[in-house]
């Protein structure tokens, strides 16, 4: 008999969305009328069409696929061409970031890489983490073996956590300690935070002295309003050396069932074997997409290339501008009915505070029992996420103006779960 990989039963993070959704069930099976108007701002998945650009680049796409003169089989491992000098053109050389072409490398999304990237990362690293955090980074470590065994706070033994709490706007200052791979995302999920360019730059300064490594999730930077935030770990000096940036089409082109993302890898990265000797970290990760992935399919290329076409700009643009609109309007709302609200300006994530002396979990409850709106209780993000429930802005603009109807018309009695 095969012997399993036990990491996986120290897994606990599980646990979040299967109870969510057990409890909802269960309501909605008790109460099959208030089941109807259900509204669930819990998962960051898209709602609305993709962007028309695609949509007509990824059907001329299945169209050359359909003669022989014009037909693809497999595609390069790392991404065509035409797709990742796009992306370094627009996303980087554009703002002053010298990326070279071949420093991108196309995949099916930025979760799939965060996970992915360990591959070519040792096992004797110490890994730090922020909390609260997308549970992805944590998971990813306790299946690679990473981590020591759970604690009852759901935290894992042998990860250094970075908290994240109101006194520091959500944004964590490097650590007295030592750590040799640190996770960072901003935009941040699921706070909403956003790192100010000193912030960053001391991560930077931090990574440099430690020879760590960054890794830099930024996902929902095409949510970035203050023109002073940076939208790339590499806007600050000296990121080349230690940096490796995750970017996604998901939330900014729609892409979530599409799949289309990507990771910066500069060749000026290194990491040391046990010997002590610094290799660049770029040959690896090439080699690791060549020998187990075929790559991202054509027509979704082509789809993702549209989006840096005029039109899918202003496409992409008016996403962003109606799920920012979702924000601002839920955000409002979540005031009015009492609570303490925090992100939703930069990102499409807004992080409430639960009245005092509730928990996540009885705020869950409350939502769903009085207003049939499904939030995140915070508590499923970490620790420090306890006290804290995440609202998506990730709904139609009628689902976001009722759920601010409701929370508008919630008074603060009715809270008490």
């Not at 604690?151 to 750590?179: K, M, W």
């Not at 290339?305 to 709302?333: F, P, W």
Request: net charge neutral; proline share 5%.
């Amino acid at each position: 008999m095969a012997y399993l990989n036990e990491n996986y039963l120290k897994l606990q993070a599980g646990y979040l969305f299967p109870e969510i959704a057990r409890r909802v069930r269960r309501f909605s099976e008790e109460n099959p009328d208030a089941a109807r108007r259900l509204i669930r701002c819990g998962i960051g998945d898209v709602t609305e069409p993709l962007p028309r650009a695609a949509i007509e680049a990824m059907k001329a796409a299945a169209e050359e696929l359909g003669n022989r003169e014009s037909f693809r089989g497999y595609g390069p491992e790392q991404g065509y061409e035409f797709l990742r000098s796009k992306i370094a053109q627009f996303d980087y050389r554009n703002r002053g970031i010298e990326i070279a072409d071949d420093e991108i490398f196309l995949s099916d999304g930025s979760k799939c890489d965060c996970g992915h990237i360990l591959d070519i990362l040792g096992t004797q690293n110490k890994i730090a983490i922020t909390d609260p955090v997308y549970p992805v980074y944590v998971d990813t470590n306790v299946m690679a073996g990473h981590t020591g065994p759970v604690r009852t706070d759901g935290s894992y033994e042998g990860i250094l956590y970075l908290p994240c709490t109101i006194e520091n706007n959500f944004v964590p200052e490097p650590p007295q300690e030592h750590a040799d791979v640190v996770y960072l995302c901003f935009p941040n999920n699921p706070t909403g935070a956003v790192a100010s360019r000193a912030q960053l730059t001391s991560w930077v300064q931090y990574a440099r002295d430690h020879d760590s490594l960054l890794l830099f999730d930024a996902a929902y930077e095409g949510y970035i309003r203050d023109p002073g935030i940076p939208h790339s770990i590499f806007e600050i000096d000296g990121a080349r050396e230690c940096a490796i940036e995750f970017r996604s089409f998901s939330k900014t082109g729609g892409f979530t069932g599409v799949r289309c993302g990507f990771t910066v890898l500069p060749k000026s990265v290194l990491a040391r074997t046990e010997n002590g000797k610094k290799l660049a970290l770029h040959p690896l990760w090439h080699r690791r997409w060549s020998t187990k992935s075929n790559g991202v399919s054509y027509p979704v290329q082509r789809g993702a290339e549209a989006l840096y076409s005029t039109e899918g700009r202003e496409q992409v643009r008016a996403l962003v501008d109606h799920y920012m609109g979702n924000a601002r309007i839920l955000k409002e709302a979540a005031r009015v009915a009492g609570f303490a609200v925090h992100g939703g300006t930069n990102a499409p994530y807004i992080w409430v505070e639960t009245r005092p002396g509730q928990t996540s979990w009885q705020t869950f409850d409350w939502m769903l029992r009085e207003l049939n709106v499904v939030i995140t209780p915070g508590c499923g993000f970490g620790s420090r996420g306890e006290g804290f429930f995440r609202v998506s802005a990730f709904n139609s603009r009628a689902s976001a103006e009722e759920v601010a109807r409701r929370l508008r018309n919630a008074s603060a009695s009715d809270s008490r779960a």
